[in-house]
Every structure is written in C-alpha cells, then in structure tokens.
C-alpha cells in the first residue's frame, strides 16, 4: 500500500514539475540571443572555428583566439557540435531539457530549506527572467544560451548546493567538478562560500574529507582543469585604457558606484522580503546556514566593491565578485515562500498580499512597478509581527484591509500619473482578487471534501496559473520566442538587416554599426567594427584590445561613457566616412532616424544600409 502511494506522489509530482516547466518556458519566453547581454558574441569565433573564411577582419575574434579567453567546454566542443546542425534548434531542445532538471533542482533545494513540498514548488514557479532585476551585479541565472555554458553550470550548481547543505560533501564536490566544465568563475563562487562553510562545519568535514571532495572534483573537471591553469600563467596586461573600456562596457556588474539609485531600492526591497522569509524558517541549522552563506557573499561583494571602485585590482574585478548575488536569490526563494506559507491562512488580505507579491516578483506583468512592493513588504511584516503589535496599534489591525487598499490606490495613482501600464496593472490585480473570492465563496458554501484534499487544492492552484498565463499571453500576442530571427510572428528589424547583409556582402567585409546595439555578427555572419557587447569582454581581456577599442569607438563618437548613442547619431557624413576608408570597412548602418549622406544599399522601418565609398 505504502509503496503504491510512493508511485503516485512520484508520478504527481513529476507532473507537477512538469506543468511548472510549461508555464516557464510559456512566460519567460526563449531568446537565442540577448539585446542586452553579450552572450551573442560567444558565436562569433565559434562560427570562425567551423570557417576558417569569416571573421578575419573582426578585431574582436583575432584577440580572442590570440588570448583564448573562452574557459568553457561547450565553447571548445561547439565547433564540431554547430557546424552541421541547426544551432538555434539544437540550443531550443538543449533549453528545455535544462530547464525542467533546473526546476526539479530548485524544486529539492526549497524542500530541503524548508521541509515542505509547497515551497519546494513555489521555488520553482519563482525561478524566472526577473531574477536579475531584484538583486544587484547582473547574476545571470535565468539564461538559456547553448553556447554559452552557463544554464548547465547553474543547474550543477544548485545540485551542489544542495548536497552542501545536506552535508554530503564529496558529492556536492563531484558535481561542482562537473560544473567547472561549463563555466568555471560560477564554481569559483562556491569555493569561495564553501571556506566560511567549513570552518564552521569542520567537524563533520575534517582534512581527510577535503581531500577525498578535493579527488572528487578533480575527476569530473579534468577536461578543462588544466586549461584554466594555463590560463592562469598567461601573462597579463592592464592599463588606463583597460580600466576605462571596462568601466565604460561592464559597469553593471563590477562597479557599485555606477548603478542607478533605483537598482538599489529594488534590490533593498526584495532583501526586506528576503529577511522576513528568514525569519520565519524555524531556528535550527537550516536558517544558521543560509545566514552564513548569504553573509559571506555581502563580505564578497563588498570586497567587489572596493577592489573596483576604491582601489581597482583587475584580477579581483576580473571575478566580478558581485554575480555571487545569484546564490543569495536562489537561497532566498525558499525563504520567502516559507514566509508565504506561513501567512497563507491568515485570511483574505494574506492571500492576496502573497499572489500579487508572487505576479510582482515573476515580472510576468512588465508594467508592474517594483515600488508596489512596498506596501506589500509593509503589510507582511504587519501580518508577521502580528502578534506582538496587535495590543499596542489595535485601531491599524481592525482597519488592516482598508489602510492596504489605500496605499495600493496610492500606488496605483502615481503609476497612472508619472508611469505607463496601469491598465495591465490593475487588471492583474483585479484576476488576483477576484479568484480569491471565487475560492471564499466556495470555502463558504461548498461541503469541505470538495475542496480539502491535497491534490484538490493544487488543481486549483494550477487552474489559476492557466488562467493567468493565458491573460497574459493574450495581451502580449503570445509567447515570447525568439526563434531564427522572428518573434510573435514578426521579423526583428535588427535580424532582417543581417540576413541581408549575409547575403549581398562578401565574407571579408567590415561592417559599421551603431557601437550602442550589439549582436550584428549573430546572422550576418560578418565582422564589424566593434560594439559595446565586445567591448565588455574587455574585462577577461587585456590592455591592448582595450586600446584598439576605445581607439575604434572614439572614431565612431563614443567619448564618454554614457556617449555611445549620442555620439554616433552625432556624427557627420564626413566624419563616418573618414572612420571608414581608416579601417577599411564597407559598409555603415544607422538606426532611423539617423541618416547618412550616402548609397542606400537597404533599409527597412529600423534601419538603413548604406555602401561606404570606395577605398
């Protein structure tokens, strides 16, 4: 009997996972490449390697090669991988398989935080593409890019950081062994919170332990271990230019004093939920450990922070300690669906204050503001601390409802007055409230078995997700894939551009292109002069492509760090053309509406082609 009951909560959950990697995939949508990250240009030697013949003028591929700056397996294997197949099908069915065990994954590491399956699978349902926007230092963890690694080695990650916390620790070592082989600065990271980690538990982990994680590791990240030694003894060089090429292309994940004040009070209010999640876990070694571990990674990031902006040491701020964020998010989900469990059946305001922070945090609704979470944080520790504050503020409890309700109004009017996107807003809110009220209604006036059981309440649970997914969707038009140049039946202007360019240019022509938008190489297949996402690999670079950059960039207008788009829509038809016979490039393209004096080769309801004059 018992052993029946095993199969079905198996099978069960399975499907549950399952429905949550839909509804993932569905809202988060897929994009081959990233307008605002640079993972595009990792193609671009990788389509080098498969021929020989492109990419010979690109400055960008040369230095690469020269330095090999690429630690990645997948970067090593995507040649003989990529050549005869279609990438962005491939990197599609890769995404999927990734993504349902990365869900699984995180669905265990909140079960095991926690002990309770319910916030094992709001875990899951919390693991998004918004991730990023609540913490700081651009933490990368939701992203689905074959080429790149990293989706494999967050997976791996988790995995260890489970059995860390479980404390079978050779095995945590194995797979953070087999993570090292798909991006070594992630397992960095885990090295770095394993050391406080020991020292505290070093008696269950004593030398002769560390020995056998040390053999357990090695093993499984032998194909790139020595690889990342010898990358160790290059030699390096760092100068002015290096330091300002960086600062100019990486800032969002090196230096603290650049990012904007907003990114701070985000980040400030999710850290706010986060410690309420925290305080509600039980006392115990669970609650100790995820303290420990996300107090390391603040001494980590402070230490980000002063090697950057203080007193900048390249090789520290080549480890962009402040990505370690992405632990601290994964550990906090846990924590506040703990929180939300822990007020779910505090009655009709927790209810809502718990989806609608869930609708917020997922960022399926783009024009939710993140300051709405402000009187939510505000009336969870009001429902948290309830007990405590009930005596001695007794006219705020018996009006809780009403003073919510205001200062959601309060919200929701200065996002119609200052803002855009009130009306998606206020119909998600107005789903969230009126399901709520369906399930009250039926609490009151339905016998209890009919909606009691375990599986019940889930299906309920999963219905309201189906319905929210598709309002959603339809308002976008659909799901958001990005899939060989198109998405929601549309031809990106940027991709129709490129595939133009491939085919009317020859393979050693040099493009340029607006140095503020990235990814040209991605189906053109050809080199351009530089961008900002090629700039940023600056920072695993050294000084000498640091120069010929910035050397390139001033030419194309961009001076200052915050001048790439000014300055190129700023320049003249002289000017670009001068920039053209000095580097010998063929062809310009300019983002409407910017115009050059010159031949129109294309141009389509973004952009313009044009034929730079003969040399």
Known sequence: MDSNRAIVHTVQSVLILLFITAHSFLMNGYFHANRFLNVAAYLAPIAAKCDPTLFRNSLYVRSLEEKSARLSLLHDLSPSILCDVDLERLSLVQWCICLLLTIAALFYLGKTLTGSEIAGYGTALLFTTTLNTWSLGSPAIYINFFHHGLQWAILFNVVSLILMLKKRYPLAFFFMGVAWNFHPMSVVFLFLLFFPYWVVHRRACGLKALAVCAACFALPALPLLIKSFSYLTMQWNYGPEWMIAVRWTAWYTVFASTWPAGYFVRAGLFFCLFLMGLSSLPR??????????????????????????????????????????????????????????????????????????????????????????????????????????????????????????????????????????????????????????????????????????????????????????????????????????????ERDPWADLQLFARTHSEKDDLFIVPPY???????????????????????????????????????????TMEGAVSGYNGLSTDQIVEAARKYRASYIVTEKPKHFDLLRMYENSRYILYRAPDL
């Open 517 to 559: 938008i990235n990814d040209f190489s991605l189906y053109s297949q050809r080199a351009t002069l530089g961008d900002w996402a090629e700039g940023a690999n600056i920072l695993y670079m050294d000084n000498s492509f640091a120069q010929q950059w910035l050397e390139r960039m001033n030419d194309l207008g961009w001076k």
């Open 284 to 489: 115990g070694e669970a609650r100790r450990d995820i303290t420990l571990l996300v107090g390391t990674i603040g001494i980590l990031c402070a230490v980000g922070t002063v090697c950057a902006d203080l007193f900048p040491v390249p090789v520290i701020m080549k480890l962009s300690l402040w990505r370690t964020s992405w632990i601290y998010i994964i550990l906090a989900l846990p924590c506040i669906m703990h929180l939300f469990i822990t007020l779910w059946d505090k009655g009709f305001l927790s209810r809502f204050l718990i989806i609608a922070t869930c609708v917020l945090l997922t960022g399926y609704i783009h024009s939710f503001p993140f300051y709405y979470l402000i009187p939510l944080n505000l009336f969870f520790f009001l429902l948290l601390k309830r007990y405590s504050l009930e005596r001695r503020y007794p006219r705020l409890y018996n009006h809780l409802t009403l003073a919510f309700l205001t200062l959601l109004a309060l919200c929701m009017g200065y996002q119609f007055l200052f803002e855009r996107g009130l009306t998606p807003t206020a119909v998600g809110l107005a789903l969230v409230f009126l399901f709520l009220l369906l399930v009250s209604l039926g609490r009151k006036f339905l016998p209890p078995s009919t909606y009691s059981r375990p599986w019940q309440t889930i299906l309920t649970g999963c219905l309201f997700i189906s319905l929210l997914d598709t309002a959603i969707l339809y308002h976008r038009g659909g799901p958001e894939i990005y899939y060989h140049g198109s998405v929601l039946g």
